[in-house]
C-alpha cells in the first residue's frame, strides 16, 4: 500500500475495497504531520537568528525520519491486520480463538500509531519554537493533522478490541489507548500557540 501513487492510493481508499481504509489513511496523515514538522526543521537550520537550536533541530530531523518512515510501515501493517480479522470471520466452521487472535492483531497496528503520533505531536510542539516564524504555520498544520491522526487511530484500536470476547485483553489494549488518547489536546494547544505567535508578529 504505500508504495502505491497518491492517486492510486486516493482512488483505492474511495473504492469498494476494504484496503487502504481509515487506518492506512491516519498512518498516511500522521506520516505527513511529521514531514511538515521536519521541513520547518530543514527550513530553519542554517538561519542566523536560529543558531542556538541547529544541534537539537537536527537530532530531531533524524528521529522524524525514523517516524515518519515507521507511519508509513504502519500503513501496511494495517492493511494485514484487517486481512487477517476479514479471513478469520471467514472460516467455517467459526473459530473464536482465531477471531480473537486475528482481532488483536487488527488493534495492535493502530494502537502503534498513537504511540508514534504522541511523539509526533512532542517534537512538534519543541519545533514550535525553534523553527522561524517564516515556516511555523507548518509545525501549526502538522500538529492538527498529528492530532486529528491519534484520535482516529483511538477509534480503529477501539472498534476491534469491542467484538473481543477476551475482556482482559480488551481492557489492556483499551487502557494503552486511553493513556495516549489526550495528546489531541496537546495537539490543539500546540496549533494555539502557534497562532498566536503569528498573530503578534
Known amino acids: ?24 489513511a491516519t498512518a498516511l496523515v500522521g506520516s505527513l504531520a511529521v514531514s511538515l514538522g521536519a521541513m520547518a526543521a530543514n527550513l530553519t537550520v542554517g538561519k542566523e537568528k536560529y543558531v542556538e537550536y541547529t544541534s537539537r533541530l537536527e537530532e530531531i530531523l533524524i528521529r ?3 517516524l515518519r518512515l515507521r507511519l508509513l510501515e504502519l500503513i ?15 472460516l467455517k466452521p467459526k473459530d473464536e480463538e482465531v477471531i480473537e487472535k486475528a482481532l488483536v492483531s487488527a488493534a495492535t497496528p493502530p494502537l502503534n500509531m498513537m504511540e508514534a503520533l504522541k511523539e509526533v505531536i512532542e517534537l512538534l510542539d519543541e ?3 525553534k523553527t522561524s516564524v517564516l ?11 498529528a492530532g486529528s491522526a491519534l484520535s482516529s487511530a483511538y477509534l480503529n484500536v477501539v472498534v476491534n478490541t469491542k467484538l473481543m470476547k477476551d475482556k482482559n485483553t480488551a ?8 493513556s495516549l488518547h489526550s495528546y489531541p489536546g496537546k495537539a490543539d494547544e500546540i496549533y494555539e500557540k502557534i497562532l498566536n505567535r503569528l498573530k503578534v508578529q
Open 1 to 24: 500500500m504505500r508504495d502505491l501513487t497518491l492517486d492510486k492510493f486516493s482512488e483505492e481508499l474511495f473504492s469498494k475495497n476494504a484496503v487502504p481504509g481509515g487506518g492506512g
Open 64 to 66: 522524524a525520519e525514523e
Open 76 to 90: 501496511d501493517e494495517d492493511a494485514k491486520g484487517f486481512g487477517e480479522v476479514s479471513k478469520a470471520y471467514k
Open 127 to 129: 519545533l514550535s519554537d
Open 135 to 145: 515556516v511555523v504555520s507548518d509545525v501549526g498544520v502538522g500538529a492538527k493533522l
Open 171 to 178: 481492557e489492556s489494549i483499551e487502557k494503552k489507548a486511553e
